[in-house]
């Protein structure tokens, strides 16, 4: 069988999330990042974590046979490679909250599983690589990158990755090219940019695996809206890491991964040949 005609058949969550853990240990030294961290602060946080832990254990009187489970399903979790996809789903968006919220300028949403560095750069106005049968309506984007103080931030980069028409990632789903909907744009002079792309669909995390196990035991749902992935960099500029969202999604409300902020919600017009164009600028806080 040809993966290439019907990725969603070989799309399983063990295939997406072992990729995920490959590219988390392929391009991050998360370790090197805290290695100055003191032994105080690891043993508070290490302690509040277990308070939490300890308490809801006394509060709810959880049974050995709760304790077994939680036991697997810990394990099951690691031997299906899906840790990035649990934390990016229901701890990553507090870290990113706390991250951001000295920003003047956007503060942006999470990156979740699957960016990868050093898509093709299509200069400040191109359309990303898809195959010639992409399926999903055209969507054409443009937009400026600015710092907090008004000025147009010359030479900014824009990354952008988002899954296809069937809610698959490339390099991370089996089948579909490596760079397929993936490019990095580079801003001219005046910060501006025109992406050519399609519009994603809703995405559902993987349901297969053992994140999917605890979706359907806890009686939730595992969508994430519609959304476009993208990275801003600017020289001298803390990069923004965001999300954007379409109007009317039934998921914008309850956004699995509750990574959806009202000022990621885009305005898109139809463009009247069935695709759609959106604005949306970024505005960058200078580096601390
Ligand atoms: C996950 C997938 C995404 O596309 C995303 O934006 C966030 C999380 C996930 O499967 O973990
Ligand atoms: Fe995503």
Known sequence: MTTTEHPQEVATAAAS???ATERFHADKSPFEAVKDTP???????????????HETIRKHKVT????????????????????????????????????TEHRQGNKGSIEGPYYVPDAPELGAKGTVPMRDDE???????????????????????????????DGYYSQFAPG????????????????????????????????????????????WHPWRPAHLHLKVS?????????????PGDPHNDDDVASAVKPELVLDPKDDGQGGFTISYDFVLDPAK
């Open 17 to 19: 999330g072992a990729s």
């Open 39 to 53: 032994p105080e602060r690891v043993s508070m946080l290490i302690n509040d974590v277990l308070a939490g832990v």
């Open 64 to 99: 050995y046979d709760e304790y077994n489970a939680l036991k697997a399903w810990l394990i099951n979790v690691g031997e299906d490679g899906e840790w990035p996809l649990f934390l990016d789903v229901w701890v990553e968006h507090v870290v990113e909250d706390v991250a």
């Open 135 to 165: 399926p999903g309506d055209p969507l054409v984007w443009t937009g400026q990158v600015r710092s907090c103080d008004g000025s147009a931030l010359a030479g900014a980069t824009v990354e952008l990755w988002h899954a296809d028409d």
């Open 176 to 219: 579909i090219p490596e760079w397929n909907l993936r490019g990095t744009f580079t801003v001219d002079d005046d910060g501006r940019f025109e992406i050519t792309t399609i519009r994603p669909a809703p995405y559902m995390i993987p349901t297969d695996g053992s994140c999917g196990k605890m979706i359907s035991a806890a009686g």
């Open 234 to 246: 600017a020289p001298g500029h803390e990069q923004l890491t965001a999300q954007l969202y379409f």
